[in-house]
Structure formats: C-alpha cells, structure tokens
C-alpha cells in the first residue's frame, strides 16, 4: 500500500473519532441536571428514574443539592431542615395528584444510616401540617 493512502485513512478514521466524541459531548450539555449518578443510556439522573411514571412526570420534577431548592419546590417545611446535603445528598421531587413524592438518596449507606439515627427525634407535626410517610431501604432492600 502506498505511505500516502495510510496517511489519508488514519486522518479519516481520526476525524471521525473526533467528531463523534463532540456528538456526544454536546447530547449532555443541553440536560439541565448535575447529578452524581446518571444513566449512560440518555444521561438522565438514575434518582429520577425512581419515580413512578417518571416519563411522564419528569418535566415537573425538582431535582435538589441544597434544602433551599427543596424549599423552592415544597415550601417552607422545618421537616426539610433535618436533610444534610453536605456529603453529596441528592433529592427529587415531583407533585402527584395523591400528594407530593420526596426521595432522597445519600451517596453512601454510612451517610444514610447517620441521617436517619440523627432524624428519629422528629418535630411532632402542627395542626393543619398534612402527614409525613417515611419509607426507609436499607443497602440490601435496594440490591433486591
């Protein structure tokens, strides 16, 4: 094979490398979340693949780092003060017709273990306060 034709085909096939790895880095700019953890497949936050019907309700989801922007989206609840965000803590919120869907997901089962011992002593709720259901799920719980 001629010097010049080995030339000319790993420029193409570096050109096209190139330019596919600008494709995809572009597909992800445009979501508009920052999440720790997301799917390879379309980028989405895993977090809000847990919501139910999240197809369908993820364009009115919250995704938080911070107690202020859970407030932003459930209000001024003292019950969002217990939340430390402090060790990459990620939230999702999503109104429902049924109420309003608050998950939480710590970045390890240390820190989840620590929030929930710190959380047990709980504020007893107000006249006119709606109820508060909170499901816990163990490392083991989600592995199944």
Same mark, same amino acid.
């Given at each position: 094979?001629p010097?010049t034709?080995?030339? /000319?085909?790993?420029?193409?096939?570096?050109?096209a490398?190139? *330019?596919?790895?600008t494709?995809?880095?572009q597909?992800n700019s445009?979501?508009?979340?920052?999440?720790?953890?997301v799917?390879?497949?379309d980028? *989405?936050?895993?977090? *809000? !693949?847990h919501l139910?019907d999240?197809?369908? &309700?993820?364009?009115?989801a919250t995704?938080?780092?911070?107690?202020?922007?859970? !407030?932003?989206?459930l209000?001024d609840?003292?019950?969002?003060?217990l939340? /430390?965000?402090?060790?990459g803590?990620?939230? &999702?919120?999503?109104?429902?017709?049924?109420?309003k869907?608050? *998950?939480?997901?710590?970045?390890?089962p240390?820190?989840?273990?620590?929030?929930?011992?710190a959380n047990q002593?709980?504020q007893?709720?107000?006249?006119?306060?709606?109820s508060?259901?909170?499901?816990?799920?163990?490392?083991?719980e989600?592995?199944?």
């Open positions: 094979m010097k034709f080995l030339i /000319d085909l790993l420029a193409a096939i570096l050109l490398c190139t *330019i596919s790895l494709a995809v880095g597909s445009s979501i508009p979340y920052k999440a720790q953890e799917s390879e497949k980028g *989405i936050p895993v977090l *809000i !693949k139910p999240w197809e369908v &309700v993820r364009g009115r995704f938080a780092h911070s107690v202020g922007e859970l !407030k932003a989206a209000g609840r003292p019950l969002l003060d939340i /430390d965000f402090s060790a803590t990620e939230a &999702v919120t999503v109104p429902y017709d049924a109420g869907l608050l *998950i939480i997901e710590y970045s390890s240390q820190a989840s273990v620590e929030a929930d011992a002593t709980t007893p709720m107000t006249e006119g306060q709606s508060v259901n909170i499901p816990r799920k163990t490392a083991q989600e592995a199944k």
